[in-house]
């Protein structure tokens, strides 16, 4: 019997399908760490302390993890080209109120409702493009989708800190929400229609860790390394200007080649996780804490910080997509409910990070959440290296 999702698709379309969710994690991802360059013209604006402003990313984060596994499942019979455009619908609307709210706790209430539709994006993206061209591609349409993150942070949030550099950040957000709609077109003239496929309901989803003994310690991991990763990186820009002093020049210049780098990180890790995806996420979480203690170190050297950003981003594209492959591979048979548990701590742990990190730079100072994560990510490296066996070799489900 034939089902709707194996019927051959027109290659073309399906392809265009691809692009259009690709731009949806685009728009997603860039509207969820746009503050990180914004932060200190947003704090200045909103008269907030720079830690405050990072509740733009905490908030965010806190629903676009805690309600994603909730969400997938009580939409699990819904068409799935209809609830992306629903997710982009809100995405658009948020970012539009976002331009235009005249007061800080009506944008923190806008980035809670649109973490939610992050979330689920999340959790049901990948799968949408591997469902929409035929089997022997699907591999690399996740990975073309995947790409969307470097293109984000390649382009488009030292895109936004530009935008906000000749105007305001109040239009950077604006021209986002227009992006969002532009999207939402896109998406409804290539992506066909996708029923529901392998949801599960949310006492199944919770269930799955208890027995999956992989899977349990990927998600450790996870967590331990997006703690330190985001701590450290939503706090970048006030740590440049404090220790490197720099301009708004310099500062989208770095981002722009921590953008670069994780492209990079993303291309060797396309042939390395192939080969041993524990030692592409080690080297990568090795590399990440070095460049974290040498900006400590020799941050105030003037190209130093560029170089070490750099590093930064490599190491982090190398580490994200090594976490993603060994979430899919512990969990082959149940997809959508792993990678909303991979976005529940994902996001989650953003959001911790974020928080903590805002604590840490309002009382000890910026230089001190550099120190957190770095601390956090060797944490990650650790786990890695003590569970190889479990992590490396072991069947998903066995446990």
């Given amino acids: 019997m034939v089902t709707q999702d194996e019927r051959t698709h027109s290659t073309a379309r399906g392809w265009l399908g691809v692009a259009a969710i690709t731009a949806s994690l685009f728009v997603f991802l860039t509207t969820e760490l746009m503050p990180i360059g914004l932060l200190t013209p947003l704090s200045t604006s909103l008269e907030i302390t720079a830690g405050t402003a990072g509740l ?87 990975a073309v989708v995947m790409s969307g993150i470097s293109i984000a942070t390649v382009a488009g949030i030292p895109l936004g800190t530009v935008v906000e550099s000749l105007t305001s ?47 349990r310690l990927v998600l450790v991991v996870v967590v331990l390394f997006v703690l330190g990763h985001f701590g450290a990186y939503t706090f970048v820009r006030p740590f440049l200007e404090s220790d490197a002093s720099a301009t708004p020049v310099y500062i989208t210049a770095a981002l722009m080649i921590f953008g670069a780098g994780g492209a990079i990180g993303n291309v060797i890790a396309g042939y390395t996780v192939t080969r041993s995806v524990r030692t592409s996420f080690v080297v990568g979480a090795a590399g990440l804490v070095g460049s974290l203690l040498l900006l ?27 976490q993603l492959t060994m979430t899919q591979a512990a969990a082959p048979d149940t997809f959508e409910a792993a990678m909303s548990l991979n976005t529940l701590a994902y996001n989650s742990s953003i959001a911790i990070g974020a928080l903590l990190g805002g604590l840490l730079v309002d009382n000890a100072g910026v230089r001190s959440v550099i120190w957190f994560g770095a601390a956090l990510t060797a944490a990650s490296l650790l786990v890695m290296l003590t569970t190889r066996r479990t992590t490396s070799g072991a069947p998903a489900g066995s446990g």
């Fill in 169 to 215: 950040w109040r239009t950077t957000f604006l021209i986002w929400a227009g992006l969002g709609v532009l999207v939402l077109v896109a998406v409804a003239a290539t992506v066909p229609s996708l029923p529901s496929q392998n949801a599960v309901a949310v006492r199944e989803v919770f269930g799955l860790p208890l027995w999956n003994v992989r899977l």
């Fill in 296 to 322: 400590l170190a020799i941050g105030q050297v003037p190209a130093a910080p560029l170089v070490l950003l750099g590093l930064w981003g490599i190491s982090f594209g190398v580490v994200q997509l090594s």
């Fill in 56 to 142: 733009m990313v905490t908030l965010y984060g806190i629903s676009a993890g805690m309600g994603v596994p909730f969400i997938v499942a009580w939409t699990r019979r819904v068409n799935r080209r209809v609830l992306l455009s629903t997710l982009l619908v809100v995405l658009s609307v948020g970012n539009l109120v976002t331009a235009i709210s005249p007061n800080y706790p009506l944008v923190l209430t806008t980035r809670l409702v649109m973490g939610f539709a992050s979330g689920v994006f999340w959790a049901i993206g990948v799968s949408m493009a591997m469902r929409i061209v035929p089997p022997h591609h699907a591999s690399r349409a996740a």
